[in-house]
């Protein structure tokens, strides 16, 4: 994979953003650099959904999708944990992290 490290963060919003140049613009920023090289792999080694045409940039990423978008599937391949309920109020979350945040910010 190529070396992004002669890219800097932007001087209007502190962020790096991603250079890809593939017949479009892409408009994903980052606060973090680490985080834009994670996803430069949608553009140089992506992992494509086997359902849709959703990629990622790994197969977790592919996999948290099915597990959100076509979770019968998901059912069928793999042993799924969730939905994860609140238990302050009635909503509910496919991961568990996104709970978390929600107890934390909202209870």
Known sequence: MPSYDHIRASAEDGKFHCPHEGGYVCPAAYGQKGRLRKHMRVHV?????????TTGANQVDIRR????????RALERWIVIGPFSCDQCPKEFTRKDNLQKHVRNQH
Request: with cysteine; glycine share 0%.
């Open 45 to 53: 080694r992506p992992v494509i959904c086997p359902w849709c045409e």
């Open 65 to 72: 999708h099915v597990e959100l978008y076509h979770r019968e």
